[in-house]
Each structure stands twice: as structure tokens, then as C-alpha cells.
């Protein structure tokens, strides 16, 4: 009998482990930053007649969901993930749970990240508080690499639109000190996938509801330098991987383009596929090609040793 309990014991961890465990990504409420006491507003909206995506809102308590391949690999790679919205909402199905399970498929570790939407009414400093999460998402994966089989050296972080801006952030800015970091872990991702990501936040090309919602209505011109990340890059900013389809028009494929002319430029490798057509917000499948962008990705990923 005790050692059937034992077994079960076990099994019930190992599927905590593998299938989804969501963990807060401060510990607690009391613990995290820039927070202001408020009503826990949260609301998910499943995809269906009405919702076209499946979406998260009014976050004010970020967490971290953990998705683990079925096959333990010790050198295995890792993604933290961060969902598209503007800033607004979280698409967190398409653009984060779905994903991360078919980043399992390709043996990766994906962790998908319910970041914090800025609202000052919930913190203080709101514009820094995505970038603060996305910076505790990366501490912990490489905090847990050894628990989680992880390979150290090859965590990169992915994201989608809005997402895409804070994925890109996180590769332009890692080393702002926003946290406590006792430890020295590095918060570098090791790689940038980028999937029609807000990139600048000057007039003529950006996303104008990521950048309200982020920076506010009538920013000043060294904010929206500081969150341009084509001009934060410099020789030791994460290689990047980009997706874009040519006829997007919420997000314009300049922000793409002009972010991997600044990679060049500081010869860090980067690629960038254009699509001809697919829009904004396609997730996994551009329906409009049968070319599976996730196929390029793991292409880009072993030609560059962050997957076996």
C-alpha cells in the first residue's frame, strides 16, 4: 500500500511537472513590484461564436505556465513566451498555450508568461512593469534550467505583436536593473523569435494602441527612444528570428525590417521571412501559405546550436 501511494505520489508530480503547472511569478501578491493594492479584475474570454482568440485582460498578478516535452533531455532548449494584444489583452491561447505545446513537439521547454497590463491604477511606473515580468520569466527558467532539464545557454524568448515589442525589449534592455538579482543570473535571452512584433514606437510605423497604452498619449521623445528597439540594439543584443507578413496592416512589416537593419549593422545574426500575404495575428499558421513558418524557426535553431 505505501509504496502504491508512493507511485501515485509521483505520478501526480511528474504531471504537475509536464502538463501546465502555473506558478506566480513574484511568489506572491505581497511580493510583487510596482504593485498598488487593487481589485483582481482578471477575465478569460475562450474563443467561440463571438470571441475569435481566446484572451486574458485586466492583468495585474503575472504568472508563469509551464509546458515540458514529454521526452527529458538535459540540453534541451527553452522559450519564455509572451502573447500579443497591444498592451490591452493577452491572446494567450493562439499566441501562447497553443504555441508552446507545438514548441514541445520540436523537444523545446515553453513557458508561456501572463505578463502584467499596464494600468496605473494597479502600479506604479507602468511602463516598465511588462519588460520587469518578462525579466523575472527569464531569471526563473534559468533559476529551474537543472530541474527542468534545461540547457542554460539556450533560452531565447518569443513573442507576438505587443508581445513581440516586450520579447524585443527584453533582448534590447536586459540589462536595466528592474529586480532583485542577488545571484547574478543572467536575464540575456540567448535568442529573439519574433512574429510580427511592434518593434518601434516612432510615427510613422508603429502600432499607436502599444504605444498609448504603454507610454502614455503624448510621450516625450526620450521615451520613445528608449522603447524603439531598433535603436537600442547594439553587438551584444540576442540574434533574432522574424516572421512578418507583407499586408499587415495593424502592425506594419517596417518594424521587422528596420529591426533586422540595426541587427546587420551591429552583425548580430538575425533572419526575417516576409510573407506575402497572412495579415496580423495569424499565430502558428499563415492559413493564406503551406509553408509552416515553425519549420523555418527549427531550421534557424539548429543552424544556430540552440537546438540539437
Not at 512578418?244 to 533586422?260: E, G, I, L, Q, T
Request: with cysteine.
Amino acid at each position: 500500500m505505501k509504496t502504491f501511494l508512493l507511485f501515485a505520489l509521483y505520478l501526480i508530480i511528474v504531471s504537475v511537472e509536464s502538463s501546465g503547472q502555473v506558478m506566480d511569478l513574484y511568489g506572491s501578491e505581497a511580493l510583487i513590484p510596482e504593485f498598488k493594492k487593487c481589485t483582481n479584475n482578471e477575465t478569460y474570454k475562450a474563443a467561440d461564436n463571438t470571441n475569435a482568440i481566446g484572451i486574458v485582460s485586466k492583468v495585474s498578478r503575472p504568472t508563469l505556465e509551464v509546458f515540458l516535452p514529454k521526452t527529458a533531455n538535459a540540453a534541451r532548449s527553452a522559450v519564455v513566451i509572451c502573447p500579443g494584444g497591444g498592451y490591452s489583452i493577452l491572446a494567450i491561447d493562439h499566441e501562447g498555450k497553443d504555441v508552446a505545446k507545438a514548441l514541445n513537439e520540436m523537444g523545446i521547454a515553453a513557458f508561456v508568461l501572463k505578463y502584467r497590463i499596464p494600468d496605473s491604477s494597479c502600479m506604479t511606473n507602468k511602463e516598465i512593469v511588462p519588460l520587469m515580468d518578462a525579466q523575472q520569466a527569464m531569471k526563473i527558467v534559468r533559476e529551474n534550467a537543472a530541474r527542468w532539464k534545461i540547457d542554460p545557454k539556450k533560452v531565447g524568448v518569443m513573442g507576438f505583436s505587443a508581445g513581440g515589442h516586450l520579447a524585443s525589449t527584453l533582448g534590447t534592455h536586459y540589462a536595466e536593473k528592474l529586480l532583485s538579482n542577488t545571484d547574478n543570473i543572467s536575464l540575456r535571452p540567448d535568442f529573439m523569435v519574433l512574429l510580427y512584433p511592434v518593434i518601434s514606437f516612432r510615427d510613422s510605423i508603429t502600432h499607436i494602441g502599444s504605444r498609448v497604452n504603454l507610454i502614455g498619449r503624448n510621450p516625450s521623445e526620450a521615451l520613445i527612444h528608449k522603447f524603439s528597439n531598433e535603436e537600442q540594439v547594439t553587438v551584444n543584443t540576442s540574434p533574432a528570428f522574424l516572421i512578418h507578413a507583407v499586408d499587415d496592416n495593424v502592425v506594419p512589416y517596417a518594424n521587422s525590417v528596420r529591426f533586422v537593419e540595426s541587427l546587420q549593422r551591429n552583425k548580430v545574426p538575425a533572419e526575417v521571412h516576409l510573407y506575402q500575404a497572412g495579415g496580423h495575428g495569424f499565430g502558428i499558421i499563415n492559413k493564406t501559405t503551406k509553408d509552416r513558418w515553425m519549420d523555418r524557426l527549427s531550421n534557424w535553431l539548429i543552424t544556430n546550436n540552440f537546438l540539437l
